[in-house]
């Protein structure tokens, strides 16, 4: 039986096939495109990938070697080569540091996948694998979606990849929504609302509170707003990615108190 983090892992391999497929024919011209993240361009965000990968990997070994993660000078010193390298650089290397951190995943025996705990320097605790690598799928797939729209606006994120990343949210990565959530959006965040959240493709049922924090909680059987769409669009929702050039027609919001473009503002993307 697939556990939660072989799920991410497995998610992590497509993401990077279908990314690396998609990039290898891109000329100059197109690696200077504006991507869907607002302030990169292509390149850019494959810069942005292939440096977290480097420090992802590092910091994955140093786990396994039972070694303290690299600092904040390692980072900064990988930020900084590869900001130096030149579009067609940062594309070419992306390829390779992807792949090895995807390989490096994949290497985890199914006791690794289990009991390593690896620790990360903004998080009080060690994560342990399915929540590290969960945490490298969500940037990468909403990445590898930056990076799409920007040839097709009606780009989406893989079906397989957003059911992974739902599952993942209402998991071990549910602290993330409360980081991500801006309760402030809302005209009156004092006012506590629960939507139930109906997910496609995979079907799943959530709660989502909004008020003066944002988190999830049970999914209200009789909620007074429900939110139905495919659980990629949910994810890109989650991730500041679902303008309206970019929302499928089967997102639906029913009920009072809450529109679409409310959640727009309480989930911008950072």
């Keep these: 039986m697939s556990t939660l983090a072989d799920r991410a892992i497995a998610a992590l391999r497509t993401t990077h096939d279908g990314l690396a497929a998609f990039v290898r024919g891109l000329d100059s011209a197109d690696l200077d495109r504006q991507s869907g993240a607002s302030e990169w361009t292509v390149a850019q965000v494959l810069s942005h990938l292939g440096s977290g990968a480097e420090i992802g990997l590092a910091t994955l070994r140093a786990a396994l070697d039972g070694q303290e993660a690299p600092g904040q000078d390692f980072n900064h010193e990988v930020w900084d080569r590869w900001n130096a390298k030149d579009p067609e650089g940062q594309c070419k290397d992306f390829l390779v540091a992807d792949a090895e951190i995807v390989s490096a995943y994949e290497g985890l025996d199914a006791g690794s996948r289990e009991r390593l705990r690896i620790k990360l ?3 009080p605790e060690p994560g342990d694998v399915a929540l590290v690598a969960g945490m490298r799928l969500n940037e990468a797939a909403l990445h590898a979606w930056d990076v799409r729209v920007a040839f ?3 780009a989406t994120v893989a ?10 949210y209402s998991g071990p990565l549910d ?4 980081f991500i959530g801006r309760s402030d959006a ?6 506590a609302t629960t939507l139930r959240v109906e997910t496609t493709d995979p079907a799943r049922v959530l709660g989502l509170t909004l008020g003066e924090t944002v988190g999830f909680s049970e999914a209200p059987e009789a ?3 429900t939110l139905s769409l495919p659980a990629e ?5 989650l991730g500041g990615r679902l303008a309206g050039e970019h929302t499928p027609a089967s997102v639906a919001v029913t ?3 809450i529109t679409l473009d409310d959640l727009r503002r309480v989930f911008p993307g950072i």
């Design 152 to 154: 097709d606006p009606a």
């Design 223 to 225: 909620a007074d707003v």
């Design 121 to 123: 320097g903004f998080l």
């Design 233 to 237: 669009a949910w994810v890109r929702l």
């Design 255 to 257: 009920g009072d108190g």
């Design 175 to 178: 602290f993330m929504i409360g």
């Design 186 to 191: 809302l005209d009156d965040p004092r006012r």
């Design 159 to 168: 079906s397989e990849t957003g059911g992974v990343l739902t599952d993942l």
